[in-house]
């Protein structure tokens, strides 16, 4: 072009702008200014809204309006300007650039509403709103959806329903961008009722209003509703969009529901969304839950550009059911040049062996993960796993002084009870120089698991001498102890602790577990009590007290608490049969023995176990009836177990029969 003027700049600006060729459009207005032509507000305007606009080259053009007066002029460059500073998230200089504005447009006072509305100043955007309408400016769409998104929580719906009043009385109820946004602002609010309310009585309604409402039910109680808002959407002519999906299978994950989940499968095939990262991700997500890994990995390959997400629904699939297949597609990710993310490292470690972890262990400190928290609570855990506790406290050792700040100092006790390596537990308080509540159960429990009962009330004294105050899991170890011990005075002493220190905490759970103590010990009456004192019984306090019962020769009292048990609508299980088996055995109820053994399966649907079998041989083969226990563990479904014989035959031997005819 021969002849240009300053038109033609400030077209060809906007245009490379508008492009994101910023390296254009700034070469361009750096000849223009060589050139000698005007700046005008256009060409600033033009620049500023390019997102890819660099902060050193928005601050230039920041001190060139202000030195061409353009400030003064109209609120065209001051208005893009704000816009440039919040996109940056440079709030300060936005502010400072509005109130150095002579010249403010209603497109001002939105921009400005807006970009501490999208940074979560809510209480601001209200004082700037509010001398908007001082000013007596004529209210736009801009203004309320400005306003309306810095709305977050619930404390701010009460301005939010004022604001949706005002809209209303402004003739915005029938604007759609307004509409979409008071359902917005009401779904952060906590207000999905009065979201739907809004859909139900708007007349305009497009994609993004109903992807906020089917969005916002699929995440709550009734996320059924999002399936019936999809069939009303479709009834209404409305296309759904890629996060309608999204939303969709996600709420098939939640209802655990895998024919809808399939359904819409098939919907984003015919709506040609299956190759989209966000909706292939969902769909990965959905079939992994479902166990179907086969369809997860099919959807993985349909993606058309991944991206660290989808890579990471694979992979977490196949480490939830530890298959090595999911350290190959790390590695294949790593190959391609995506880079890990905490959660990457995280899947791979669940399903990791010894080799592998100690490998991912050099990768994490090569990738700079060595101080993320959740990687290496990972890591610990698969260490711990994969039986490398020396390895694991040499690691802590060497790292003390920058590791142990990172990680929960309950993580390592925790994982060696969960792994069972018991004993292993009680030399981490030398590695782990303060121990907090947590830690300090975990250690007690894992010495009560694996009888190290004196250092377990050791580690009590230990705790109580460090201030540290105990909680239910504390006593609940302490007294399990004391079970196993039958040992009614450390037991009572303990109980009278929990009484004494007025203990908030004592649930259902401790109280379950002082019935088992005491009934252990011999006391029942003491069990009875508390069991008469509690006001919250599950089925685990009535089986504590029928086994403390029977355990203590009062099995016609069992079997009359089992009954009530039954009446107040609670369904036996295992243990409680087992329980009940035992006391007829220890008072010898061979009728009433024999009819809970039948009802185990034709009432209740509970198979029975070699336990329960032991207990029936028994209370069978001590009562003289050898051919009915014979009967018994002929009909077994599996090999009696050598208990099991060993109570036949002592039966038979007591009362003469015939071993080798019975054999």
């Known amino acids: ?152 929580c619930q404390q701010d719906l009460g301005f939010g329903e004022q604001l949706h009043s005002l809209a209303i009385k402004n003739g915005f109820k029938c604007e759609v961008l307004v509409v979409n946004s008071i359902m917005s602002m009401y779904v952060k609010c906590t207000d999905i009722c009065s979201a739907e309310k809004v859909l139900d009585e708007v007349t305009v309604q497009d994609v993004v209003s109903w992807n906020t409402i089917i969005g916002a039910v699929a995440k709550t109680e009734r996320s059924w509703k999002a399936l019936e808002l999809f069939s009303k959407m479709s009834m209404d002519g409305v296309l759904p969009s890629e996060i309608t999906f999204v939303s969709l299978i996600n709420c098939c994950n939640h209802l655990e529901m895998p024919c809808y989940g399939e359904s819409f499968h098939g919907k984003t095939i015919q709506n040609a969304f299956e190759s989209n990262v966000f909706v292939g991700s969902a769909l990965i997500d959905f079939y992994t839950k479902c166990d179907n890994l086969e369809n997860a990995h099919c959807c993985f390959n349909e993606i058309y550009a991944k991206n660290v997400v989808s890579w990471n629904a694979l992979i977490w699939g196949y480490s939830n059911i530890y298959s090595p ?212 019984k599950n089925l685990f306090t009535w089986t504590a007290l029928i086994s403390a019962l029977g355990l203590n020769g009062h099995a016609l009292e069992a079997i009359k608490r089992f009954r009530e048990m039954i009446l107040f609508g609670l369904k036996p299980d295992v243990v409680t049969f087992s329980t009940m088996l035992t006391a007829c055995r220890h008072g010898g109820l061979v009728t009433d023995g024999i009819k809970l053994f039948e009802q185990m399966k034709m009432d209740y649907g509970v198979e029975p176990e070699m336990d329960h079998y032991h207990c029936v041989v028994d209370l069978l083969a001590k009562s003289g009836h050898v051919r009915e226990a014979e009967k018994v563990i002929s009909d077994m479904p599996f090999p009696p177990n050598v208990v099991i014989w060993r109570s036949f035959f002592k039966g038979c031997k007591s009362y003469g029969a015939d071993t080798k005819q019975a054999l």
Request: glycine letters at 8%.
């Open 1 to 152: 072009m021969p002849d240009r003027n300053a038109v033609s700049y400030n077209i060809i600006i906007s245009a490379y702008s508008r492009c994101g060729c910023v390296g254009e459009a700034w070469r361009m207005f750096s000849e223009m200014r060589c050139y000698g032509f005007e700046l005008t507000q256009y060409v600033f305007g033009g620049l500023l809204t390019c997102g890819s606009l660099e902060v050193y080259h928005g601050v230039q053009l920041h001190s060139l309006v202000i030195k061409n007066g353009l400030f003064d002029v109209d609120a065209f460059a001051g208005t893009s300007l704000l816009s440039f500073y919040g996109r940056h998230g440079l709030l300060k200089e936005a502010v400072w650039a509005f109130e150095d504005m002579p010249c403010k447009s209603l497109v001002t006072w939105n921009s400005m509403i807006s970009v501490l509305g999208n940074h979560g100043f809510a209480d601001y955007c209200v004082v700037l709103f509010r001398e908007l309408v001082r000013k007596n400016y004529t209210l736009s769409e801009g203004s309320f959806v400005g306003i309306l998104s810095s709305f977050s």
């Open 325 to 536: 297949a999911s350290i190959f597609l790390m590695q294949e990710m790593l190959h391609l040049g995506y880079r890990p993310t905490e959660f990457t490292f995280s899947a791979v470690l669940k399903s990791s062996l010894a080799l592998e972890a100690q490998q991912f262990h050099c990768l994490i400190i090569r990738m700079g993960f060595q101080e993320n928290k959740y990687v290496l609570d990972s890591l610990i855990t698969s260490y711990a796993k994969n039986g490398l506790i020396s390895h694991l406290l040499v690691f802590l050792t060497a790292s003390a002084d920058g590791l142990l700040s990172a990680v929960p100092c309950y993580v390592i006790p925790g994982i060696c009870n969960g792994t069972k390596q018991y004993d292993d537990t009680p030399k981490l308080p030398t590695v782990l120089e303060k121990l907090d509540l947590v830690s300090w159960n975990c250690v007690i429990g894992a010495c009560a698991r694996s009888d190290y009962y004196k250092e377990a009330f050791e580690l009590y004294k230990w705790m109580q001498w460090y201030q540290v105050l105990p909680d239910n899991y504390t006593f609940v170890s302490v007294l399990s102890v004391c079970a196993k011990l039958c040992n009614f005075s450390l037991g009572s002493s303990l109980h009278c602790y929990i009484i004494k220190t007025n203990f908030n905490c004592c649930d259902t759970f401790v109280c379950n577990k002082l019935i088992d103590m005491y009934g252990k010990c011999g006391s029942i009456g003491s069990s009875v009590k508390i069991f008469e004192e509690m006001e919250d």
